[in-house]
């Protein structure tokens, strides 16, 4: 079963808008959660990292973390067309040096 | 600052060859990782090397081997390349620590004919 989830599996927004993006995990066990984002034809690059509960703001992203529910979600405000990307929500354990990612989200922002 | 370096960028190869892919960091990363990615989807877990005598095998090792042949280089390879496993093959690197962010390569996109 795949540790991390993300909904939705695409997510198209206009120029300007409100992006948010969802991630679920099946282990309590997991303490570390980080958003990356990969741009066509590139490898993946961090975004934000976030270890505890509540927000995190950066510029126009804001993360958000309840480790009650297991729950990792990510939003962006004043989506702009760079923004269109794949984004990974990503989680470890501290147990063993790896990181589980999820499937990811296809953002499409339309100018 | 650091960066990744893959190759190669593009790699061709027949059914039942065996194909090497190489990876070098200049950040004096510690742990070193290979994922695959099919097609615009998630990232599969293949080797893992935590220091540099160590190595690990991820979600998908099988039909694979790697090498950690020094701190600075981990190597892969396809030991029997098969057409269903076209993909891009992604390198990453990070301190020690499961809060370490990883950091990654530009990928080699194997194809097999």
């Known amino acids: 079963q795949q540790k991390v989830q993300q909904s939705p599996e695409s997510l198209s927004v206009p120029e300007g808008g409100m992006a948010s993006l969802n991630c679920t995990s099946s282990d309590r066990n997991f303490q570390y959660f980080w958003w990356y984002r990969q741009h066509s034809g590139e490898g993946p690059k961090a975004l934000m990292s976030i270890f505890s509960d509540g927000d995190k703001k950066e510029g126009r992203f804001t993360a958000h973390l309840n480790k009650a529910s297991l729950h990792v979600s990510l939003h962006i405000r004043d989506s702009q067309p760079s923004d269109s990307a794949l984004y990974f929500c990503a989680a470890s354990d501290n147990s063993n040096n790896r990181i589980f990612f999820g499937d990811g989200t296809q953002l499409v922002v339309k100018p | 600052g650091g960066i990744i370096t893959q190759t190669p960028k593009f790699l061709i190869g027949q059914e039942g060859q065996k194909l090497t892919l190489k990876c070098q960091q200049n950040f004096n990363h510690d742990t070193m990782y290979w994922y695959r990615q099919d097609s615009g989807k998630g990232l599969r877990l293949i080797y893992y090397s935590i220091t540099e005598n160590d190595l690990q095998k991820g979600d998908l090792s099988e039909g694979y081997d790697a090498s950690r042949e020094k701190k600075s280089s981990f190597s892969l390879t396809v030991t029997s390349a098969q057409k269903n496993e076209m993909a891009v093959f992604l390198c990453?690197?990070?301190?020690?620590?499961?809060?370490?962010?990883?950091?990654f390569g530009p990928g080699t996109r194997l194809t097999v004919l």
């Open positions: 990453a690197s990070s301190k020690l620590g499961d809060y370490a962010e990883q950091f």
